[in-house]
């Protein structure tokens, strides 16, 4: 019976204390913002040369991915979804992903190589789809001023420019597993030691 | 003894107050409509989901909504104000970073602890030895499964179980009329009790009184859900999980007709009972029950519990059974965890970090070198031929004793 209270009680202070600090070691990347709000109703299609061009400001070192929601309407679109990451003109990483792991309106990573230095620099982004005929277009959602948590400045889209851009979340490679265990264990305890967070009223 | 059932509490605190499964906080959300005055959910719910933040229905029947919604309505002073705008926020990433979620996750799972622990008592009380009993106690109490079962996933089937385990004790204290009864009561919060009836009436000394066994817990389920019959009711309660997999079709025999492998074996078990055991034993009889469910159906986890204290009790009956019946509940518990939901293993762990919604789940990880429908059918096979073997061994033992 000792035994099996000893058990009992390692794995369960395992799985409160532990556990998450294994999960946080398997992070790959971490968000930098939360994807802003945005009306489903305003979108843009995307298909043949009909392309989208976005202008952002990274806000973390370490950029690794650039997510967004993405309409695929009756998952039609089975082409190439191309995203090309720019840096004074200049391409320095794509993505590409298939239309047919595009779910309707699910969030989607466009996942490039680390780059390092991204920190306040500004980028430009294309996402493109030049195989999709007008029956197979892809759509993404357009918000239509700037937006200062995700970075996003101005978009381009059928040669004009406008404000604003799609609702983008950044993703960082974490610097070490040390740093994402103490960021998760940090933001837990703030949020479960807050100034009367466990009172009622 | 009280030190242990200190240490068994604040282990249980912990996870309650830390791992989060997304459907206590929207099943509390329905549950919050009796304190508007909403008595009729199921209508209720289906009418206004235009409107409504979530809109799924209430598959559980009558008396959960009324126990969690009274239960709220007594616990608002501790939950606060800012509870109900918690419980109707539709958006899951500020909902869990909501810095009070801490507590209404431990107010909302404090009746299962109270349940949880009346439970450990109810085992202590169940045997004749008090070593025994106490032995029963403490394998309850510190046992890994239901910890994670119950305060994990937030698992109200905790009341439709402490009750069954009322009508277990009524029996064998040979009052199975208010067995009869806590089964009926049982069944008013999830249907699983109902399944127990029909061997009851065997246990019934003369016509009339297996006739009330039958009746009684049927007219108290009646009884209950009668007032809420409709459409949306029947919808939301009947065609849900527990009727729709049990009854899943299991090899087919021509002409659109399938052989239900669960019923079939449900059934063997009945007529066995009516025609070749004149001193049924309850136990034996509603142990093998679930233990078909669960060998023959794509089971919730939180249906586990529904089997727990049986299997307690069976441990400390049959102690050669702890390391066989160990690994078949591991067995069984693992089997859920790879099922292709987020929010049975990684999404546990919003409430510590939402970063956690980009790691693979162990479906997907395990995709990777491996199909996971066949590991799960795996376990799932591995553990119906041990529910099997014990099955076997229940009755054999109960006929050469």
């Known amino acids: 019976m000792k035994k099996m209270i000893w058990l009992t009680t390692v794995s369960v202070l395992f799985l409160v204390f532990v556990v998450p600090a294994i999960l946080a070691s398997a992070l790959k990347m971490i968000p930098v913002n939360i994807q802003p709000g945005y009306n489903s109703d305003i979108r843009l299609s995307i298909y043949k040369i009909r392309g989208f061009s976005q202008k952002f400001v990274a806000k973390t070192g370490n950029l690794t991915a650039i997510g967004t929601s993405i309409r695929n309407p009756n998952l039609k679109n089975k082409t190439d979804v191309i995203f090309s990451l720019y840096d004074n003109g200049n391409l320095i990483r794509t993505s590409v992903l298939n239309g047919q792991n595009l779910e309707d309106g699910s969030f989607v990573k466009f996942v490039f190589p680390v780059i390092p230095d991204s920190l306040g620099k500004e980028y430009i982004f294309t996402i493109t789809s030049p195989g999709a005929g007008p029956e197979e277009t892809i759509e993404v959602f357009i918000i239509s001023e700037p937006e200062s948590t995700s970075g996003i400045t101005e978009y381009i889209y059928e040669e004009e420019v406008h404000p604003g851009g799609i609702p983008l979340v950044s993703y960082s490679q974490p610097e070490s597993k040390l740093k994402t265990i103490n960021s998760v264990y940090s933001s837990w305890l703030s949020r479960l030691l807050s100034p009367g967070s466990q009172k009622s009223g | 003894m009280k030190k242990l059932l200190v240490l068994a509490i604040v282990l249980r605190v912990l996870v309650a107050a830390f791992l989060f499964h997304p459907d206590i906080k929207t099943f509390n959300f329905q549950a919050s409509f009796l304190k508007k005055g909403v008595t009729d959910i199921y209508s209720y719910l ?209 002409f659109g007709e399938s052989i239900i492998v669960g019923l079939l074996l449900f059934s063997a078990l009945f007529f066995g009972a009516w025609l070749t055991d004149k001193k049924p034993n309850m136990f034996n009889y509603w142990i093998v029950i679930l233990l078909i469910i669960f060998s023959f159906s794509h089971f919730h986890i939180a249906w586990l519990l529904w089997i727990a204290p049986f299997v307690v009790i069976l441990v400390v009956k049959k102690s050669f059974l702890s390391w066989p019946i160990f690994l078949l509940a591991t067995a069984s518990v693992v089997i859920p965890l790879l099922y292709q939901d987020r929010s049975m293993t990684i999404s546990l762990y919003r409430a510590y970090s939402t970063w956690f919604d980009l790691l693979p789940t162990p479906f997907n990880a395990i995709e990777r070198f491996y199909d996971p429908y066949n590991l799960q059918s795996i376990l799932h096979t591995i553990f119906a031929g041990g529910a099997l073997t014990i099955s076997y061994l229940l009755f054999r033992k109960e006929k050469t004793q």
């Open chain 2, 46 to 254: 289906i009418e206004n989901r235009k409107t409504l933040p979530l809109k799924e229905e209430f598959v559980y029947f009558p008396l959960t909504y009324f126990v969690l919604g009274g239960y709220q309505a007594i616990a608002s002073p501790v939950l606060g104000s800012g509870f109900d705008a918690w419980l109707g926020n539709a958006d899951s990433n500020t909902a869990i970073l909501n810095p009070n979620v801490f507590r209404y996750l431990l107010v909302l799972k404090l009746p299962y602890l109270i349940l949880d622990i009346s439970i450990a008592f109810l085992l202590l009380k169940f045997f004749d030895s008090g070593v025994m009993g106490k032995k029963a106690f403490i394998i309850w109490l510190f046992n890994p499964f239901t910890i994670f079962i119950i305060y994990a996933f937030g698992n109200i089937d905790i009341f439709p179980v402490f009750i069954t385990l009322i009508s277990l004790l009524l029996i064998k204290k040979e009052k199975l009329l208010l067995a009869a009864l806590a089964l009926g009561i049982a069944a008013g919060f999830k249907l699983y009790p109902l399944l127990f009836v029909p061997f009851l009436i065997f246990g019934g000394k003369s016509t009339k009184e297996k006739v009330l066994l039958g009746a009684i817990p049927f007219g108290i389920f009646g009884a209950i859900s009668v007032p809420f019959l409709s459409q949306a009711f029947a919808q939301s309660t009947l065609i849900s999980g527990l009727t729709t997999r049990i009854f899943n079709p299991g090899f087919a025999v021509g």
